[in-house]
């Protein structure tokens, strides 16, 4: 099985930065599919940004131009730097990886963006 951790939330004043992390205890080579979603209270968990093997990465209208999505392979780790960002943000951010056989999902972490 492969465990996917997140961490980097927290609270930001609007126009602020954050680096989510997603840590994998596995190679995320396993995984064919990965990629962000986001879930605020009282909505629909949403996706943020995915990652398709041997594919660019497709980013949710809401936050295009704002966040970018990296990996890094060697350290089995994937990113997710958010900027300028705006109380609308505020949400539980998950990583999840996923493929024809497997779907798994981290924890989630907390980001607060205040006005």
């Known amino acids: 099985q492969v465990q996917l951790v997140e961490s980097g939330g927290g609270l930001v004043q609007a126009g602020g930065s954050l680096r989510l992390s997603c840590a994998a205890s596995g190679s995320i080579f396993s995984f064919n599919f990965m990629g962000w979603f986001r879930q605020a209270p009282g909505k629909q968990r949403e996706l943020v940004a995915i990652?398709?093997?041997?594919?660019?990465?497709n980013y949710a209208d809401s936050v295009k131009g704002r966040f970018t999505v990296s990996r890094d392979n060697a350290k089995n780790t994937m990113y997710l730097q958010m900027n300028s960002l705006k109380p609308e943000d505020t949400a539980v951010y998950y990583c999840?990886?996923?493929?024809?056989?497997?779907?798994?999902w981290g924890q989630g972490t907390q980001v607060t963006v205040s006005s």
């Open positions: 990652l398709p093997e041997g594919a660019s990465t």
């Open positions: 999840r990886g996923w493929g024809a056989r497997t779907d798994y």
